[in-house]
C-alpha cells in the first residue's frame, strides 16, 4: 500500500479508500485468474468433444485476458471502480456459465439438468461475493449476490420445467444421486446467497465506514499537533467531541506575540528560498519551545507568531509557563544566532510580548472550516506590548497581571508606564531580564 501520509498531514479519506478498494480488487483479479486457470486444466481432462474443449477454452481465456487488462485498469485512479464494476459483472458471467460447463464436462445428454446445481456452485459464489468484499465497497458482493441470485432462479426454472428432473426429499438422493428437491433448492441456495450477500455487503459498509472514522481522527490528531503540546492533544482526543464544534468559553489565558525585528529589510537581502528557509528553522525552534512548556501555537503571523498558554484547559502555573517558554525561546535564538554567524549570517533579533487576562476561547468558523483561536482585548493588548519592546528597547517584556503571577526565579526589570496604543489608561509594563 502507498503510504498514507502526505506533505506531513494523513491522506484524504477519499485517497485511502481508493487505496484499499485498489489492493483488494488486485486479490479478487488474482483469485479469478486461479479459479480461471484451474477450470481450464480441470477441462482438458474432462472434456466431451473437441468442439467443447475449444468453446470452454476460449471463454476462459477471454475471462482472465479480461482480467489482466482490470489489473492494469487499476493503475489510474479514475478506472479503479470501473475496473471493479466489470470484474464483479465477469464474475457473475461466470458464474452462469459455470453449472453449464460443468453439466457439458459430464455429457449432458445422458445426466439430466440438475446436475448443473450439484457441484461447487453455491461455494464458488460465496468465494466470489467474498473477495468482490475485500475492496471495502458494498456495490461489489450485491453485484455478485442480485446476479448470483438471478442465475440461481433460472436454472431452478430449467431443471423444474426439464422432464427427466427425478424428485426427492431424501438428502442421500440429492447429494449422491440425481434426484432434485425444489424447497432445499430453494432454502440452501437461493436464500443463502441472498442472506450471505446482505450480510457481507453490511459488514462491507461497516469497515468502511471504521476506516473513514479512524482517518477522520487521525486528521484531526495531526492537525491539533501543529497547534497544542503533545501532553495537550492527548487530554483533546479524550475529551467530549464538542471540542472539534464551533463556539467558545470565557476563561483566564496568557497570551504570547513574538516578531522578528527589521524583518522586511531581512527579506529584501535574501533569496525567497534563502528567507523561508530561515523562517522554516526559526519557526521550528521557537514552537518547539511553546510546546515544550504546554503552550498553544494559535498562528503564524507572516513573520510572527502568536501562542497561548491556558488553552483549551486552564491552569494555576499559565503565565508562568508562557515566561519560561519566552526564556526557552531567546535561548534558542541565541543558538540559533551563533550557527547563523559561523555561516556569515546577520543574528536575528525578536521581541516578545505577554498579558495575561480574560479571553473566549474556542472554535471560530464553520463546521467546514474551523479554527481554534482565543478574542479580546488580552490577545490586543499582548499585540501592543510586543510592539513596545521597539519603542522601550527591550526585547522581551510582560505587563503587570503576568508580573503578579511569576515566582522568585524569574527576575524582571520595571519599566516606565507607557500607554498602549489604542488604550487611553497607562500600564505598567516589566522587562524579563535572562541571563546570558
Not at 481508493?18 to 488474482?30: A, D, F, H, N, S
Not at 475529551?239 to 463556539?247: A, D, I, N, Q, R
Amino acid at each position: 500500500m502507498r503510504r498514507i501520509i502526505q506533505n506531513g498531514f494523513p491522506a484524504s479519506t477519499g485517497v485511502l479508500l481508493l487505496q484499499k478498494e485498489r489492493q483488494g480488487l488486485k486479490i479478487t483479479m488474482v483469485f479469478r485468474i486461479m479459479w480461471l486457470l484451474a477450470l481450464l486444466a480441470g477441462h482438458l481432462f474432462t472434456y466431451q468433444s473437441q468442439l467443447e474443449l475449444v468453446l470452454v477454452a476460449s471463454i476462459l481465456l477471454i475471462a482472465v485476458i479480461s482480467t489482466v487488462i482490470f489489473m492494469f485498469m487499476l493503475r489510474k485512479e479514475s478506472l479503479i471502480r470501473v475496473a471493479g464494476t466489470s470484474g464483479a459483472l465477469m464474475d457473475v458471467i461466470l458464474i452462469g456459465l459455470l453449472p453449464f460447463i460443468w453439466y457439458i464436462s459430464v455429457g449432458a445428454v445422458n445426466t439430466t439438468p440438475a446436475f448443473m446445481v450439484k457441484g461447487a456452485l453455491s461455494v464458488t459464489i460465496f468465494l466470489f461475493m467474498i473477495v468482490n468484499g475485500l475492496a471495502l465497497r458494498p456495490r461489489y458482493p450485491v453485484i455478485i449476490m442480485t446476479g448470483a441470485s438471478m442465475i440461481l432462479v433460472i436454472l431452478f426454472v430449467i431443471i423444474v420445467l426439464n422432464p427427466q428432473t427425478v424428485y426427492s426429499y431424501s438428502f442421500l438422493d440429492i447429494f449422491m444421486g440425481e434426484a432434485f428437491s425444489p424447497i432445499y433448492f430453494i432454502l440452501t441456495n437461493i436464500c443463502t446467497v441472498i442472506l450471505a450477500g446482505i450480510f457481507l455487503s453490511l459488514i462491507t459498509a461497516a469497515a468502511r465506514r471504521t476506516i473513514l472514522k479512524a482517518v477522520t481522527l487521525s486528521r484531526a490528531n495531526s492537525q491539533m499537533e501543529r497547534y497544542f503540546s503533545p501532553n495537550v492533544v492527548g487530554s483533546i482526543i479524550n475529551s467530549e467531541e464538542t471540542f472539534l464544534k464551533p463556539g467558545g468559553r470565557l476563561q483566564k489565558v496568557a497570551v504570547m506575540f513574538c516578531d522578528i525585528r527589521d524583518f522586511t529589510s531581512i527579506s529584501e537581502s535574501m533569496k525567497p528560498e534563502e528567507l523561508l528557509l530561515m523562517l522554516s528553522e526559526y519557526q521550528s525552534r521557537m514552537v518547539k519551545a511553546i510546546f515544550h512548556h504546554g503552550g498553544t501555537l494559535d498562528k503564524f503571523i507572516g513573520d510572527g507568531i502568536m501562542a497561548t498558554f491556558g488553552t483549551p484547559e486552564v491552569s494555576d502555573d499559565d503565565a508562568l509557563r508562557a515566561v519560561k517558554a519566552g526564556i526557552e525561546m531567546k535561548k534558542e535564538l541565541s543558538l540559533l544566532n551563533l550557527f547563523r554567524m559561523e555561516q556569515g549570517l546577520k543574528p536575528i533579533r525578536q521581541g516578545i510580548g505577554i498579558d495575561y487576562g480574560p479571553v473566549v476561547a474556542g472554535n471560530v468558523g464553520t463546521e467546514s472550516r474551523l479554527e481554534y483561536t482565543v478574542i479580546g482585548d488580552t490577545v490586543n493588548s499582548a499585540s501592543r506590548i510586543e510592539g513596545a519592546c521597539k519603542e522601550t528597547g527591550e526585547n522581551f517584556i510582560i505587563s503587570e497581571s503576568v508580573k503578579n503571577c511569576l515566582d522568585d526565579t524569574i527576575i524582571t526589570k520595571e519599566l516606565a508606564e507607557i500607554s498602549l496604543k489604542g488604550k487611553k489608561k497607562k500600564i505598567g509594563l516589566y522587562a524579563v531580564m535572562i541571563d546570558g
